[in-house]
Structure formats: C-alpha cells, structure tokens
C-alpha cells in the first residue's frame, strides 16, 4: 500500500511562497494520479491540482491557475506543490492523495490514499 507524509507548511505574508513536499512510500506501480486538496475551517475539501503518475499531465483549480505548480520525482517518490503569490484565502490544511484506478483527477472521491495533512496560513 501507497503511505503519504505532507510537509512544508508554514506560516507566510500575503504574496509569498511556499513549497509542499508529500513523501511517497509504499508500492506505487500502480498509481494512476496524485493530487493535493485542501481545507479550511467549515469549508468542503477542495480540489486544488493533480499529476498523472507516468504521464505527466498536470490538472488545476480554478482559483490556483498560474500560482501553483504540481510536479513530482519518480526516483525520490516525492509530490510537490509550488505555491507562489499566496492569499489569506489560500489558507487551508492540505492533504496530498493517491488515486490507483481511472477516474476523475478532480473528484476527492477517486483518491485512496490520504496523508495527514500539513497546515498553510497565509496572513494578510
């Protein structure tokens, strides 16, 4: 089984930057995407981008396109998620997950394996 441990978190000002790692162990042959989601407080999980594992083809959420980058490191079996020109509604807990099976990348239902989490608040 596919385990997963999100880090990078922090705390950073309105405009910064910060860089999400999500460690890959486990059998991941048979991974067909990656993603991260997000949640804050009282709000639904929401979907923020994801990668295909072999391919390559990378998927964004409307309120992130052309801030956040997805990429990932099949020989370190690492995900990561670039986030640059944060905003105070950026803040959120985010979960790195595993889909092993065909589906939409989009839907949190498709996924998994879950990590713990990582938290990310960006003051204004």
């Known amino acids: 089984q596919v385990q997963l441990v999100e880090s990078g978190g922090g705390l950073v000002q309105a405009g910064g930057s910060l860089r999400l790692s999500c460690a890959v162990s486990?059998?991941?042959?048979?991974?067909?995407?990656m993603a991260w989601f997000r949640q804050a407080p009282g709000k639904e999980r929401e979907f923020v981008s994801a990668?295909?594992?072999?391919?390559?083809?990378?998927y964004y959420g409307d309120s992130v396109k052309g801030r956040f980058t997805i990429s990932r490191d099949n020989d370190r079996k690492t995900l990561y998620l670039q986030m640059n020109s944060l905003k105070p509604e950026d803040t959120a807990i985010y979960y790195c997950?595993?889909?092993?099976?065909?589906?939409?990348?989009?839907?949190?239902?498709?996924?998994?394996?879950w990590g713990p989490g990582t938290q990310v608040t960006v003051s204004s």
């Open positions: 486990g059998r991941t042959v048979s991974t067909y995407a």
């Open positions: 997950a595993a889909a092993q099976q065909y589906g939409d990348v989009g839907s949190f239902k498709n996924y998994q394996r």
């Open positions: 990668i295909k594992w072999s391919g390559g083809s990378t």
